[in-house]
């Protein structure tokens, strides 16, 4: 059964920084795609960031590159998010998934989430 530890979220002012971690156990990392995904408050799900199961590859959603990085270490199960030059908008409940597609199947997995907040 996968397991998933966020961390890293809280509250910071417009223009701070936060760096969200998720690490992963009960699936073999290293062959998972692993994605960002947000929700903010009334609204649906939005795709932030992904990166392949090498972290040769990392993906933006249009207008975060730059003030996202998404980073893994295969060695540590982990997944980082590194958000900078944060707005109210960027407020939500971010949650860490993990992906993997093979032919017809795929398997897909989410963490429990972790609030970020900016507000002055």
């Known amino acids: 059964e996968a397991q998933f530890v966020e961390s890293g979220g809280g509250m910071v002012q417009p223009g701070g920084s936060l760096r969200l971690s998720c690490t992963v156990s009960?699936?073999?990392?290293?062959?998972?795609?692993m994605s960002w995904v947000r929700q903010a408050p009334g609204k649906g799900p939005e795709w932030v960031s992904g990166?392949?199961?090498?972290?040769?590859?990392?993906y933006y959603k249009e207008g975060m590159k730059g003030r996202f990085t998404i980073s893994r270490d295969n060695n540590k199960n982990t997944v980082t998010l590194e958000m900078n030059n944060l707005s109210p908008e960027d407020t939500a409940v971010y949650y860490c998934?993990?992906?993997?597609?093979?032919?017809?199947?795929?398997?897909?997995?989410w963490g429990q989430g972790t609030q970020v907040t900016v507000s002055s």
């Open positions: 009960g699936l073999s990392f290293g062959a998972y795609e």
């Open positions: 990166i392949n199961p090498t972290g040769s590859h990392a």
């Open positions: 998934s993990a992906d993997r597609k093979r032919g017809s199947a795929r398997w897909q997995y």
